[in-house]
């Protein structure tokens, strides 16, 4: 059964800002507690991350994953799907960060997340793992744009 999260937040930061935050994703580990490294396994011509080999605590222990990144025609979108892992069978995803009209600093997050795992989890396990999930893709990266933590 598919897991599926979606959710909008407003972050005090231009959207660019927001953009190049997600796109540093070997730096994921400084403001995502569950992520423990993030490798860049591949990259598209334009130098953004392609395939990204993650190792990540999850439910008590390590999981490895490994994600191919996409960037279609909206320059601020970022999509990504997986391409393998230990305990996911399918992820798919994407950031979307868009400007708030009359207010050039501030982006219009909007996050959407699809996973299966390969494990059976109750119910309450899984709405406890995509809770911090969730935390991390918003919360955590809310705070870390916010905070002006960013690459040039």
């Known amino acids: 059964m598919t897991e599926h999260a979606s959710q909008h937040v407003t972050i005090q930061a231009p959207p660019q800002r927001c953009y190049e935050t997600v796109l540093d994703v070997e730096r994921f580990s400084e403001w995502a507690p569950d992520i423990k490294e993030a490798r860049v396994l591949a990259r598209d011509e334009d130098g953004r991350p392609g395939d990204v080999a993650f190792r990540a605590a999850a439910m008590g222990r390590s999981s490895s994953y490994t994600l191919r990144y996409t960037y279609g025609s909206n320059p601020l979108r970022i999509s990504w799907r997986l391409v393998e892992g230990d305990v996911i069978s399918r992820m798919t995803g994407d950031y979307e960060f868009m400007a708030v009209e009359g207010d050039p600093d501030s982006t219009l997050l909007a996050y959407d997340l699809d996973v299966d795992?390969?494990?059976?989890?109750?119910?309450?396990?899984?709405?406890r793992l995509e809770a911090k999930i969730v935390h991390a893709a918003i919360d955590d990266l809310k705070v870390r744009v916010e905070a002006g933590t960013h690459t040039t």
């Open 117 to 127: 795992l390969l494990v059976r989890l109750p119910g309450f396990v899984k709405r």
